[in-house]
């Protein structure tokens, strides 16, 4: 019910003196500060640029401006940035829709009505997004809106947005990963890290997108006080990253997440380059603890407040689509290369928790959701079986999925070839024939030969046993599938990459044939 005030203003045809009902300044929920009343709202608010041109708005009134204002202030000082952008785009495709050329100073049951008339069932979520704009909108003033228009929306049955189908369908441009592209998008960064084709910055930005699945507002809220360093009782090192809440209810970095680094070499890269990031910047606030974890560096941007040199959101997936684009990483689903968005790895993180065994309550946590409405989602698409994949459609597949990392060399031939470097891999070849030679002269960590395929390091031998190899990994990955195992598949990549060798040394062997020929 409105209060008497509110009624005088609904009623009024024409406010004298919209300004005065117009505060000089807003401030944000998240801090950020704008004068309403001019006619073009811009500013970042928490990496989100907020740009609203009310000259845009064409055909309305002034007063119907003033009323949207009213709105929208609101909308700024309780809700986020993006609800408020949203708010304001959904208000412009509402009026070009019901526009009949005249000046419109009010909204009405007929603009509602026709307005719905114009959308399928699958799109009435549009006019449900607006029914709680419009309302509020009503309760703040009324001005530029009726009371039928009102009555007419609470009446309304609307068909609710279809959540989850990129997910459900695995769609291949919007959808998660599968296993294979996201082995093979881990691989080929890690290589490019270590090629010094990919920086480390570069590299850790990707590796956090890809480890926790955060939103683009998660990302750009990062500061360098959110990498801690922890000495353990038994004097381990432990590293944690504090990653803030993006949910609409929740002011910026007010609320976190604690991620703790399984791999401590992530870890320390992630300190030192923290440490890096103070020295660049360190000069240019008073607080260097509170300087973005990935600071803006191309484009120009608040240099002052509590969002000072973080990046814009639209920004994350324009830096990762820039950092993958060159490592031309491709899909063994379309052979093309993978697409790459911040959304994707996100949805990743979600069904590998849910393929995992994860329940919806877990996977809200995880993912930062309000509640589990979204999370279900990944459960119910969790597939029922494995992929079969067998050795047709390995060596199919390995040309598409360029898995193997290494060189294919003439292991008898080459200097390299000493007993030191020897790889042997008698668990799967039942003898101690060569599989190739290593690069590496000190100790690695990866599984012989496993992690030989996909390493940079590797030199694959023209003769070595690599065909058994890739018999013995299929049927491995054959025999735990039909035990249900989901670990099945967990060395698909590694697999492409043999079968690669394989289909690499045939190729060699056919050609040096003909030519003895």
Known sequence: MRTNSERSLHDS???????????????????????????????????????????????????????????????????????????????????????????????????????????????????????????????????????????????????????????????????????????????????????????????????????????????????????????????????????????????????????????????????????????????????????????????????????????ENSRVTERLQKIFQPLNVRSERTGDPIHIAATRFRRTVGTVAANEGWGELVIAELLDHTDTQNAGIYVEATPAIIKRIDKKLALHLAPIAQAFAGKLVDGRNTPDGGDKQQIIAPQYTQDFAVVGTCGQHSFCSFSVPLGCYTCVLFNAWLDGPHEQILEKLIAERERLGELGNRIASVHDLTIKAVAEVVAMCKQQNDEMGALDG
């Open 13 to 311: 045809t024409q406010i004298n003196d919209a300004d005065e009902l117009l505060p000089e300044i807003v401030t944000t929920k998240n801090g950020a500060l704008f004068c309403p009343r001019n006619d073009v709202w811009s500013y970042i608010d928490a990496g989100k640029k907020i740009h609203l041109n009310f000259l845009s708005l064409k055909d309305v009134t002034a007063d119907f401006v003033l009323g949207l204002k009213l709105v929208l202030v609101w909308c700024a000082e309780y809700q986020s940035p993006s609800t408020l952008g949203n708010n304001f785009s959904s208000l412009k495709h509402f009026l070009s829709t019901v526009s009949d050329g005249q000046q419109l100073s009010e909204i009405t049951d007929v603009h509602i009505l026709n307005y719905r008339a114009t959308l399928t069932r699958q799109k009435e979520y549009q006019l449900g997004r607006l029914r709680g704009f419009f309302k509020r909108w009503y309760k703040l003033s009324g001005i530029g809106i009726t009371d039928n228009a009102i009555a007419v929306l609470n009446e309304l049955k609307l068909s609710g947005n279809i959540k989850g189908t990129a997910v459900a369908t695995h769609h291949l441009t919007e959808g998660p990963f599968t296993h294979l592209e996201r082995s093979a998008l881990s691989s080929t960064l890690e290589r490019g890290y270590t090629t010094g084709k990919v920086t480390t910055e570069d590299f850790l930005l990707c590796i956090i997108v890809m480890f926790f699945g955060l939103r683009p507002a998660q990302v750009v809220m990062l500061k360098v006080c959110d990498v801690k360093l922890i000495e353990k009782t038994d004097g381990s090192l432990e590293y944690l990253l504090r990653i803030p809440s993006a949910k609409k209810r929740t002011r910026a970095r007010t609320k976190f997440a604690e991620r703790i680094f399984k791999d401590p070499e992530i870890g320390r890269l992630l300190w030192n380059y923290v440490q890096d990031v103070k020295n660049d910047f360190g000069s240019l606030v008073d607080d260097v603890e509170q300087l973005p974890l990935f600071p803006e560096r191309q484009k120009k941007t608040l240099t002052s407040g509590l969002f000072a040199f973080h990046m």
